[in-house]
């Protein structure tokens, strides 16, 4: 009986110094602890990277900001304060454009001016065989001529051929006669000149005006003008309407 009494209270001994004993963790629990820490760590570090990297944007931006605002305002700031000029009634003039020019008309003109009049014409057996060498186109009569030379026809026009070489002349001749007969006038006086400054004292454009004046079909008559016209160194020149 003592016996079986004793080996009991060694068996409950032997209990209560197992319960009392600390119970070890496992090494396979404490390796998923350990890399449960390690995670959360570096998620950790993420989010404050994260958070840093925001806030860096966001200075930024506002720094932009800052600066745009300030660069709008510089030249506000360097004047001051001001005041605007009260605006006043304006009226807007357009100016004027130029009137077209014929250029092409004009280039077809001077063609046909240098074209039509030529030094090498003819014109000894179309003037009247007279003191002044007059001339009258077919169909006028010789009262026309006489009334040129008394000088019942008002001058209306004049062109000095004076100091002109002879192409400059021939084109100038040409050209007067267009415009004289584009304004409507019918008496007109050419100016060739005596010759007196001229080799042999001769007169170098007056035969040639003749001849220039005889080609064109506007000049119905001419005649030597009155000495207090010019004389020898002139033509009167008779054109016809300017409808022909």
Request: charged share 25%; aromatic share 4%.
């Amino acid at each position: 009986m003592k016996n079986i009494l004793s080996v009991g209270l060694l068996c409950m001994y032997d209990g209560i110094q197992n319960l009392t004993q600390p119970i070890l963790a496992s090494p396979k629990d404490t390796a998923m602890k350990a890399k449960s820490l390690q995670d959360l760590a570096a998620i950790r570090q993420q989010v404050n990277a994260a958070a840093l990297a925001a806030a860096a944007a966001e200075e930024a931006r506002r720094e932009a900001e800052r600066r745009a605002e300030a660069e709008r305002n510089l030249f506000t700031h360097a004047v001051g304060n001001v005041k605007p000029i009260a605006a006043k009634p304006r009226v807007l003039i357009t100016p004027q454009r130029p009137a077209a020019r014929p250029l092409q008309q004009t280039l077809d003109d001077q063609a046909a001016l240098s074209e039509s009049m030529s030094d090498e014409f003819d014109v000894s057996t179309l003037l009247d065989v007279d003191d002044q060498l007059s001339f009258r186109r077919p169909g006028i009569g010789t009262d026309v001529t006489r009334k040129l030379r008394k000088g019942e026809w008002a001058m209306q026009g004049q062109l000095d051929l004076h100091g002109l070489r002879s192409d400059e002349a021939r084109e100038a001749v040409g050209q007067f006669v267009r415009d004289a007969k584009r304004m409507g006038w019918r008496c007109v006086r050419v100016v060739h000149g005596k010759g007196l400054g001229s080799p042999g004292k001769e007169p170098v454009l007056k035969s040639k005006v003749q001849r220039w004046l005889v080609q064109k079909n506007e000049v119905l008559a001419f005649v030597q003008a009155k000495p207090s016209d010019g004389g020898a160194g002139a033509l009167v020149v008779l054109l016809g309407p300017s409808n022909i």
